[in-house]
């Protein structure tokens, strides 16, 4: 089993920056890939980014000029760098993992964090 962590969510203004944090513990050498999700209140789960294990890398389009995902092998942790915030980033923020590569092109989830909240206000 995996287990992940969350980190660096709170509250921050219009056009502010935040980095989250994933840690994993567990098994962690059958992970393939990691990512991102968020879901804001009343609306679905979406992706946000994702990496794979050879480093490639996907970003939802909202995201994708202001948003760097990023992995540290050494400390088995995830970044999401967020920078230009918007008011549409609120959310809670959730990290995932994959097991091997036919899971993340079935876009099958294997492991999830428990969240970590985003609120872009002013």
């Known amino acids: 089993q995996v287990q992940l962590v969350e980190s660096g969510g709170g509250l921050v203004q219009p056009g502010g920056s935040l980095r989250l944090s994933c840690a994993a513990s567990?098994?962690?050498?059958?992970?393939?890939?990691m990512g991102w999700y968020r879901q804001a209140p009343g609306k679905q789960r979406e992706l946000v980014a994702a990496?794979?294990?050879?480093?490639?890398?996907n970003y939802a389009n909202s995201v994708k000029d202001r948003f760097t995902i990023s992995r540290d092998n050494t400390k088995n942790t995830v970044y999401l760098q967020m920078n230009s915030l918007k008011p549409a980033d609120t959310a809670v923020y959730y990290c995932?993992?994959?097991?091997?590569?036919?899971?993340?092109?079935?876009?099958?989830?294997?492991?999830w964090g428990q969240g970590t909240q985003v609120t872009v206000s002013s």
């Open positions: 990496i794979t294990r050879g480093g490639s890398t």
């Open positions: 567990g098994s962690i050498f059958i992970i393939y890939a």
């Open positions: 995932t993992a994959d097991k091997e590569s036919y899971n993340t092109w079935r876009n099958v989830r294997d492991y």
